[in-house]
């Protein structure tokens, strides 16, 4: 990888300086490289009793019998419940995703379906992988035995797969107490589109489908559950990226004090946002621990993971561009339908996300953009790495590669034609975000993304190439694509800060890492907001007893959340360290300095002292200082940041492509991604997240997708067929950056976890359709497998062979 100049602000002064902006190798790398990685199913719990869940087979049917007698008398079995065994808990919902901001209420009037979900199913199942009954077992092995003893009768349902059709007004319910299968609906306009598209001398018009697939983490969901004998307390661990959500959702299942509930997230194997929601497994888990009286085990396997938890992308986008004979846009149009699967559980997350962020980088003066979340028969789909961006930004950098060929125009051209410069920040779009407040991108610098794209794709050499003519059947491509990203989304993060006797820093963060390097990245910014060295500071995320109030690692917040929730809890107890010490040495505050762990005066000959030392030293080593009544002595200080607004990052991908006219292979000969997401804190952390999100869109682009039949059953359910790309896959990444602070916090940061994910899709298929413009082909969805590829060249009257 290479990487070129930048601005950035911050630059380590060698042998010095803060530790923001150097590439610290991640500490917690050293454990998990050498297998001490301590995952939910390493948790050994003496007496466990293992869970395993019988599933729906069917997507849509009315439950007419359940037979658990044989699968009680099995080897080994504890128990075995059903949906009338737990019927008396309460359906599970994921309310604050469902939450609507209430000035994204009182502007837009969105509407949102409420669709709790039974731990496990009643009377009817919606989706193939449903929980119908949980068997309890001395172990997975028994309990699976034990799985195929449990008789079921079904009477099928009609099924509904497609979005359109779960809308048409003869189209079966899947909730009977709702109107139809609307899941959500708003709509949103700026300015006067009609007026727009009429006068326009250019308008495209097309349909785009972003395809559904999975998030697929290498370690599949787990949880386990044990109460405390002697305190009655339950402890849950869980990989979930929102600790403290499943405990207020547990808490309220089992009829608990929250505090009573203490939810741990151990290491955790990728989350992705597969990861960020509540599931029904992880209430019935402890409630079977409570119930057993004894340490309770469930770990998803593979089929589950792919089948029953959450899916992701499905959307249809009906956009129209209209634009002047320059290629200056006048207008979006766009008519987006999600598919949600079976349960709405995240309301307009994912809808609204894909209406904010459909303009991208580009200046649009005239709006129309209407979203509908539709129910069907097929696994409930929720935020995946991106959530909604991929699948927007795909709509709109295909719609403008489509107007660029309508007039003319070089697609990078038409894009820089449109772009909003760095002297217009903060820009106004006129809609309306995702958190009710007017949107406004608070910083950046589009066309230098843009310009640093184009150069190092050597687009003129693209073209110089294709000029030549194809080579062997094989036809040279390129293609771009721009995004930008709201980050850092609240409500808040928590940090907590202590001082130990040993001079050690403890930092508490209520957002668990999943693969992000926290330990790291959080102690770079404590070290210097402290004055003390990095490997000073210990860093626990996602332990809900180490810090009460949280909400996760989600949407690219950590590091703007979390990462000024440690800012500025360092800052304040570096203030109390240097009040106790002016109080020990008898010297005014303003005449000390923290630097390094130590308190020096400032004078060149003044007293020093340790900040172990300091917290440890008292009437005698090791006992607290005693307090007057007016100072307080502990070392330590809680701050629950709240961002005022989103920090905006930015991206340009550029893509050369080899598309095989015989095969309909697509090899990516150059990949070019540039980003902006502010203040970097590790460059290394950061090139690692951009690269991580490549590779998954790269994946989405070019291999995965989850196919479900008519009759609703997933035809893609295994690795044998759901193709998820190896290192082999990928090519070596071109990576660049600029760095424009946000204003929007302390740090200047923004997030990047999703960035490298969101722009893959689009900029492969724009690359892939340049390759294949002589014969007049559209790439209207994903992914470009050689199947694919190949029917397209059939449809666009190409006959296609294999050499």
């Not at 099928?156 to 609307?182: K, Q």
């Not at 820093?505 to 890492?513: N, Y």
Request: aromatic residues 4%.
């Amino acid at each position: 990888m290479s990487h070129g100049p930048s601005h950035a602000p911050r630059q380590p002064a060698p042998g010095g300086g803060p530790w923001t902006g150097r590439p610290v190798p991640r500490v917690e790398d050293d454990r998990l490289l050498r297998g001490n990685g301590r995952y939910v199913d390493d948790v050994a719990l003496p007496g466990a009793a293992e869970a395993a869940f019988l599933r729906s087979p069917h997507a849509h049917a009315r439950i007419r019998s359940v037979d658990v007698t044989a699968a009680l008398a099995a080897p080994g079995v504890v128990a075995v419940w059903t949906g009338a065994d737990v019927a008396h808990l309460p359906a599970m919902l994921n309310k604050e995703e469902l939450r609507t901001p209430p000035g994204l209420a009182e502007l837009l009037d969105p509407y949102v379906a409420i669709t709790p979900m039974p731990l496990l199913a009643t009377d009817r199942v919606l989706y193939v992988g449903q929980p119908v009954a949980v068997v309890l077992a001395e172990n997975r092995y028994l309990a699976e035995d034990a799985l195929e003893l449990v008789d079921v009768r079904y009477a099928p349902l009609p099924v509904l797969v497609d979005p359109d059709r779960a809308l048409a007004e003869d189209a079966p319910l899947l909730h009977d107490e709702l109107r139809d299968n609307t899941a959500v609906a708003v709509a949103t306009k700026v300015g006067d589109p009609d007026a727009a598209f009429a006068s326009a001398h250019a308008v495209v018009s097309e349909e785009f489908q972003a395809h559904r697939y999975v998030a697929s983490p290498i370690e599949t969901r787990a949880v386990s559950a044990q109460v405390d004998p002697y305190s009655g307390e339950l402890t849950v661990w869980s990989n979930t990226q929102t600790p403290h959500r499943v405990r207020e959702a547990t808490a309220h299942t089992l009829g608990l004090d929250p505090e009573r509930v203490r939810v741990i997230a151990t290491d955790v194997g990728g989350g992705f946002g597969q990861k960020g929601i509540l599931y029904v497994e992880e209430m019935l888990v402890p409630y079977a621990a409570r119930v057993l009286g004894r340490p309770v085990l469930w770990r998803e396997d593979r089929n589950e993971n792919l089948t029953a938890s959450s899916h992701a992308r499905e959307q249809i986008h009906r956009i129209e561009l209209a634009a002047d004979a320059q290629g200056h846009l006048l207008a979006v149009r766009d008519r987006i339908t999600v598919n949600f699967g079976a349960y709405n559980m995240t309301g307009l997350v994912v809808p609204y996300n894909s209406v904010c962020h459909l303009l991208g980088p580009y200046r649009v003066p005239h709006v129309d953009i209407d979203v509908v979340g539709v129910l069907t028969n097929t696994t409930f789909a929720t935020p995946y790495r991106g959530a909604g961006r991929p699948e927007t930004v795909f709509a709109m950098e295909r719609a403008m590669d489509r107007l660029a060929a309508e007039l003319g125009i070089e697609p990078a051209e038409l894009r820089a034609r449109n772009l909003v410069g760095p002297d217009e920040m903060p820009y106004a779009t006129g809609l309306v975000d995702r958190s009710g407040k007017p949107q406004s991108y608070d910083s950046g610098d589009f066309p230098e993304l843009l310009r640093r794209a184009v150069a190092k794709a050597d687009l003129e050499g693209v073209r110089a190439r294709q000029r030549e003519g194809a080579r062997d059947g094989r036809l040279v491509g390129i293609g771009f694509a721009m995004y930008i990203e709201a980050t850092g989304l609240g409500p808040f993060e928590t940090a907590r800060i202590d001082i130990a006797p040993s001079g050690r820093v403890k930092l508490a963060i209520g957002a668990p890492s999943q693969g992000q390097g926290h330990r790291t990245s959080m102690a770079q910014i404590a070290a210097d907001a402290i004055g003390v060295p990095f490997d000073a500071v210990d860093v626990v995320g996602g332990d809900t007893s180490a810090t009460p109030f949280g909400v996760g690692t989600i949407a690219s917040r950590a590091l703007v959340n979390a990462g000024n929730a440690t800012h500025r809890a360092g800052r304040l107890v570096r203030e109390k360290i240097i009040e106790a010490a002016a109080r020990r040495l008898g010297v005014p505050a303003d005449g000390l300095d923290l630097r390094e762990g130590v308190i020096r005066s400032k004078a060149a000959e003044g007293p020093a002292l340790t900040l172990a030392e300091l917290a440890g030293r008292a009437p005698l080593p090791g006992t607290p200082e005693p307090t007057d009544g007016r100072h307080g002595t502990e070392l330590s200080e809680t701050v629950h940041f709240r961002p005022p607004g989103f920090a905006v990052s930015s991206g340009a991908h550029a893509a050369v492509v080899e598309v095989d006219e015989h095969t309909g292979e697509t090899e990516i000969l150059h990949y070019v991604a540039v980003h902006d997401a502010g203040v970097i804190v590790n460059p290394m952390i950061a090139e690692g997240q951009v690269t991580g999100g490549i590779a998954q869109g790269i994946g989405g682009a070019l291999y995965e997708e989850m196919i479900y039949g008519p009759d609703g059953q997933p035809r893609t359910g295994t690795y044998m067929d759901y193709l998820v790309p190896t290192s082999s896959e990928i090519p070596d990444l071109d990576l660049d950056e600029i760095h424009s602070p946000s204003p929007m916090n302390d740090l200047g940061v923004k997030g990047l976890g999703e960035g490298g994910a969101i722009a893959p899709q689009a900029v492969l298929a724009n690359a892939v359709e340049d390759a294949l413009r002589p014969f007049g082909v559209v790439v209207r969805r994903g992914p470009l497998s050689p199947s694919r590829v190949r029917d397209l060249l059939r449809a666009a009257g190409r006959p296609t062979a294999a050499r």
